[in-house]
């Protein structure tokens, strides 16, 4: 998921799915890809989150619909799209 790579990382925050999502479309806009629904983005997002090799299951946990221990990065620039996400 590129977007998590640009955007996101483990950091002190809380963040609700919905937010998260809302980012992700705004990032797609700008990247000229068509996003997915939130259900759809949740999955991903876990998919993620949880694969042993990133080793982010144990940084970013979920309680619900909120995601602790993530942060976005607000400086992050729109980037040329290559493929869909």
């Not at 919905?18 to 990247?31: G, T, V």
């Not at 989150?49 to 909120?66: M, Q």
Request: glycine letters at 8%; aromatic letters at 10%; charged letters at 30%.
């Amino acid at each position: 998921m590129r977007w998590f790579v640009e955007r996101a990382a483990p950091g002190d925050a809380a963040i609700a799915a919905e937010e998260l999502h809302a980012d992700y479309q705004r990032w797609c806009r700008r990247s000229g890809l068509t996003g997915v629904a939130l259900e759809m983005f949740v999955v991903a997002f876990d998919d993620v989150r949880e694969n042993p090799e990133l080793g982010l299951a144990d940084k970013i946990r979920k309680f619900g619909r909120r995601y602790y221990g993530i942060r976005l990065d607000a400086a992050a620039l729109p980037v040329a799209a290559t493929a869909t996400e």
